[in-house]
């Protein structure tokens, strides 16, 4: 079975942008002197899409940051050696990930969306 893995250095890269996002936010709130809503929620960036193939009827992962592995399931009628593209989105409510979203699009159209941990 073959696991594909996503960079834990572009994954960094985003976490690198959620602490500026972060102290850009935290500087806001300071001169506003009260409650900045901007700053509350949850912000989503994608760390990147890699190109992956079906096998096994199933697409296998390799997580950044600790997030683990996993092989998600591939709905019929895409045989093995399907191209597809797997993309990463990492989500934070401040500047710590809380967990990753996965999309798995095949000829340009989403099959599977899964969430690891909270986004």
């Known amino acids: ?3 594909h893995s ?3 250095e572009k994954a960094q890269a985003v976490l690198d942008t ?6 850009m936010l935290t500087a806001r709130a300071k001169s506003m002197n009260g409650v900045d809503l901007a700053a509350s929620g949850e912000l989503t960036v994608r760390a990147e899409c890699i190109s992956v193939a079906v096998e096994n009827g199933q697409i296998c992962l390799q997580l950044p940051l600790g997030f683990g592995s996993i092989c ?4 019929t009628p895409f045989p093995d050696g399907t191209a597809a593209q797997a993309c990463l989105d990492i ?3 401040y500047w710590v990930p809380t967990g990753v979203k996965i999309t798995i ?6 099959v599977l969306t899964k969430v690891v941990g909270k986004c």
Do not use: D, N, Q, Y
Not at 18 to 23: D, G, I, P
Not at 72 to 75: D, G, K, R, V
């Open 1 to 3: 079975m073959a696991m």
């Open 6 to 8: 996503f960079s834990e």
């Open 18 to 23: 959620f602490k500026a996002h972060h102290e």
């Open 72 to 75: 998600l399931p591939i709905p």
């Open 91 to 93: 989500c934070t409510p």
């Open 105 to 110: 699009s095949i000829a340009g159209h989403v």
